[in-house]
């Protein structure tokens, strides 16, 4: 199917692909499908495309790519709502959020959204325990510097001592 | 807003499938218990109201380029 997008033009998608949410995402109740486009491969990130509205589109990633210790029970009425019937066929992402003018991000800890991969049926959850944080911040390493290059292997070691 | 006044043990029933209990009062809380279908969410309003915000700041209308250029600084685990 196509799907038109704000970011990334006309996309073509096979129809099975389309995730299901059962009840939108909070504060986007009525757009309940979505894809996901792997726009940059070498990143833990994945932009989640509304099917129905190409200005919506969230960050999302898998929390296994970003922390260690990251986990949670997955409520009874939620497993059913997401038909779930093993543990296995449930994959989890968290929404990212970009803050401080673009300089910051932020991974949802508290609402992370878990896909029924057998399904294509999905939920964002709201956690009840506190261990978590709706901005729980992710540390940005420092961008590289130039490396510069050395004529000789005299000045290389000079630059090293 | 219909506006009732209980004590407690005693309940509210909305929609003829929610229940909502008193619990206990002590001090200026109040423990509810609530019984609903499963497919009824309950949540506390002011995280719920949290989480909506957090979602449409989410939604970004920033640039792919924005975001990839910040995104490329995340380390993999």
Redesign the interface.
Known sequence: MEVRT???GVLQIPDESVITMV?G????EQYTRFCMVN??PD???W?MQCVDEP?????VADP?????NYEFDIP??EV??LKLKSESDAFTMV?????SG??E?TA?L??PLVVNMQEMLAM?L?LQDNRYQ??HL??????QPTVQQCDTKEEELAKVA | MLVLARKTGQSIVINDDIELLVIEVRGDQVRLGINAP??V?V?RKE??E???????????????D???K????????
Do not use: Y
Not at chain 2, 50 to 64: C, D, G, L, W
């Open positions: 704000l970011r990334f009840r995402m909070f504060g986007f726009h940059r990143t833990s990130f932009w200005a919506l589109a969230f960050v296994t790519q970003l922390f260690e009874d009425s059913e709502e929404v990212l959020t970009i803050g673009g300089k991000v949802n508290v609402a964002q709201i709706v901005r992710l540390p940005l390493s420092e961008p | 499963k497919n969410p949540h995280l719920l949290q989480i909506r915000a957090e979602n449409v700041k989410a939604a970004t209308e920033a640039s792919v924005d975001i990839t910040i995104m490329n600084q995340i380390p993999k685990a």
